[in-house]
C-alpha cells in the first residue's frame, strides 16, 4: 500500500525525534511492503525565522493532501516573549483547527520493564492503562474574546472559556465509543460545581449516554480527578475532559509512565476506529526541549509509538501497529534507556541508537 504523509519536525529536539519516527515508519515499509511518500513543511519557531509566520499557507495546504500528519514539536525560550505578535503555539492550534483535528487521544500504559523508572510506588502504577479523550479545538485556547488592554487602573486581560452543545457531544461521543471497546467505564472530567460551561458539558454527557446503556459513566471534578491520577491511576479506563483540563492532566500523567517522553497522541478529526482510514496528526506530548537539542539526548520512544498509532487510525494497519508495540517493549525489556527512563544496571543509549534498535526489531 501506498500512504502520503506530511512531516514537521518543528523546532528544538523535534527533528531528531521526527528521524527516529521516520527510521522506524520506513523498517515497517520494508518488511511489509508499504510505500511512504514524506512530504516536509515548516512549523513552529523555525517558520517565524524563515518566513515570519508559526504556520505558512503551504503548509497547512500540503497537510491537507496528505493522508496523515507528523508532527515532533514547536517551541522554544526565543520565542517567549509574551509581548510577540507571533508565537510557535499559533501554529500548532491554527494547525488543530484548519484541519478540524477535535479528539486528541493520549495512552496513558505503564511499561512493566518501567515501573521502577518512576516517582511513585511500584504497587501504585502497576498495570496503569488508560486514555485520555481530550477536547482539542474549543475552549480556552480558541474561544473569544481574548484581549489585553490597558485601564485607568493597570492592563487587564481577558480570556473566554466557550463550548457549544455540539463540540460537547462530539468529544464524548468519542470517549463512550473508546470505553465500549475497553473496560465500558468513562469517565467526564469537568468543573460544574463553578463553570457554567461545565454544568453544560455534564448536561450533554449524560443525554449521550442514554444511547450507550453499556457504559457505565461517572462524573468527576477536574482536581478531585487530579489528585485520583496519583493516589489511584488503575482506577480509570477513558477519561473525556475539555482542552485546557486535558493538556493539564495528560502532562500530569505522563509522569506514571516515567516520563513525557514515552506517551504518544493522536488528533483526530473523527471517532477513532483500529483498521479506519481517519483523518489525523499524530506527535509526541512532549515539548521541544531546546536545552536537549543536538545532544543525541532526546526519548523517540514516544514519537515512535505516535507512529504506532498512525498505523492504526489513519492507515488501517493494524499488524504494523502492534510490530510496533512489540519491538518498544522488547527493547526495554533488553534494558536499554535514554537518560530519562535510565535507572540501576541498564544500558543507557542516546537517541539515535534508541531509533537504531527499536527499528531492528521491527525490521525482524
Request: proline share 5%; with cysteine; hydrophobic share 40%.
Amino acid at each position: 500500500m501506498q500512504f502520503d504523509l506530511a512531516v514537521l519536525p518543528g523546532d528544538g529536539i523535534g527533528p531528531e525525534v521526527a528521524n527516529e519516527g521516520i527510521k522506524v515508519l520506513q523498517a515497517i515499509g520494508e518488511r511489509f511492503d508499504h510505500s511512504f511518500n514524506l512530504h516536509y513543511g515548516l512549523v513552529g519557531g523555525v517558520a517565524i525565522d524563515q518566513l515570519g509566520t508559526a504556520l505558512p499557507p503551504d503548509t497547512l495546504e500540503m497537510c491537507r493532501r496528505c493522508d496523515a500528519v507528523l508532527l515532533a514539536a514547536v517551541g522554544g525560550p526565543r520565542w517567549d516573549d509574551p509581548q510577540a505578535k507571533v508565537r510557535p503555539e499559533d501554529g500548532l492550534l491554527t494547525l488543530r483547527k484548519g484541519l478540524g483535528l477535535f479528539a486528541n487521544l493520549r495512552p496513558v500504559k505503564v511499561f512493566p520493564t518501567l515501573i521502577d523508572s518512576t516517582n511513585l510506588k511500584p504497587d501504585v502504577i502497576q498495570g496503569v492503562d488508560f486514555i485520555f479523550v481530550r477536547e482539542l479545538t474549543g475552549g480556552l485556547y480558541f474561544a473569544r474574546p481574548k484581549r489585553q488592554w490597558q485601564t485607568s487602573r493597570g492592563r487587564r486581560a481577558t480570556d473566554s472559556m466557550t463550548y457549544s452543545e455540539q463540540e460537547i457531544e462530539r468529544i464524548v461521543r468519542v470517549g463512550f465509543e473508546l470505553a465500549r471497546g475497553r473496560r465500558k467505564k468513562l469517565t467526564s472530567v469537568d468543573k460544574a460545581n463553578v463553570l457554567e460551561s461545565s454544568r453544560l458539558w455534564r448536561q450533554v454527557a449524560m443525554e449521550v449516554a442514554e444511547y450507550y446503556p453499556d457504559v457505565e459513566l461517572e462524573h468527576m471534578l477536574v482536581d478531585a480527578c487530579a489528585m485520583r491520577l496519583i493516589q489511584n491511576p488503575t482506577y480509570f479506563d477513558v477519561i473525556v475532559t475539555e482542552n485546557m483540563f486535558g493538556d493539564i492532566l495528560t502532562d500530569e500523567a505522563s509522569m506514571l509512565a516515567g516520563s513525557m517522553g514515552m506517551l504518544p497522541s493522536a488528533s483526530l478529526a473523527g471517532v477513532p476506529q483500529e483498521g479506519g482510514n481517519i483523518f489525523g496528526m499524530y506527535e509526541p506530548i512532549h515539548g521541544s526541549a531546546p536545552r536537549r537539542a543536538g545532544l543525541d539526548m532526546a526519548n523517540p520512544i514516544a514519537t515512535i509509538l505516535s507512529i504506532a498509532m498512525m498505523l492504526r487510525y489513519s492507515f488501517g494497519l493494524i499488524k504494523e501497529a502492534q510490530t510496533i508495540d512489540s519491538a518498544v517493549d522488547e527493547v526495554l525489556s533488553q534494558g536499554y534507556r535514554t537518560y530519562d527512563i535510565m535507572g540501576e544496571g541498564k544500558t543507557r543509549v542516546g537517541t539515535k541508537q534508541m531509533g537504531d534498535l527499536i527499528a531492528a526489531k521491527v525490521g525482524g
